[in-house]
């Protein structure tokens, strides 16, 4: 499985003229996965050898504005670049709690309808993820309010015997989440690929002996 990663931003707190907000994006087996997408990820994206249209997976690790305000954006943008096509599959964001509120409201406020489906899954934070007096619960935000048009997706909980959170799994790989401890609950985000057994040329073995 091959993969390379390439660093769109790595500024903290805001974009400057030289360096953008926290982006970057790994590719493997043609598709793009963007973990966090500050403000001016964009532009980023447009500087780079990338195509922005070959996203399939979005990853937040937190809702500080730096890692995140690009979002609605460039959701924006990739519609105005995308055909409609109804059996397209819907791009995947994974996020802390809120994500999905905040993005729905984004785009409904705006009047941005996208052209292409999308799925919110949101990460349930611990109260140990952060000081006491900055942790706050947005479990109420979906309860009795949650729009029929918003976008579908999952509640993730902490599976307490591996202390991670599975987001996806295949033959190829396990990605999970994990906590980490910041000014408010963050995650972390693990790919790992499963062990491939090789080929053995029994024949060659028996040619050298």
């Known amino acids: 499985m091959s993969m390379d990663i390439t660093f769109l931003g790595t500024g903290s707190a805001y974009p400057s003229p030289t360096r953008g907000a926290s982006a970057l994006v790994l590719r493997r087996e043609g598709e793009s996965w963007l973990f966090d997408c500050g403000e001016g990820t964009q532009t980023q994206l447009m500087k780079s050898h990338l195509r922005a249209g070959r996203i399939t997976k979005i990853f937040i690790t937190h809702l500080h504005g730096d890692h995140f305000f690009g979002l609605p954006g460039l959701l924006c943008t990739l519609s105005l670049q995308s055909n409609p096509d109804p059996n397209k599959p819907p791009v995947d964001i994974y996020g802390p709690l809120g994500l999905r509120s905040f993005l729905w409201r984004s785009l409904e406020l705006s009047h941005s309808q996208l052209l292409f489906p999308y799925t919110v899954h949101e990460l349930v934070p611990t109260r140990d993820q952060c000081p006491a007096e900055e942790f706050r619960d947005f479990s109420y935000l979906d309860r009795g309010e949650g729009p029929p048009q918003g976008p579908p997706g999952r509640i993730l909980h902490l599976d307490p015997g ?22 408010i609950p963050s995650f972390g985000f693990v790919l790992e690929e499963k062990p491939r057994p090789g080929r053995l040329n029994v024949q060659k073995l028996k040619d050298l002996g």
Not at 167 to 183: G, K
């Open 162 to 183: 591996e202390s991670s959170y599975l987001l996806e799994e295949d033959e190829q790989l396990v990605l999970r989440a994990f906590r980490l401890f910041h000014r």
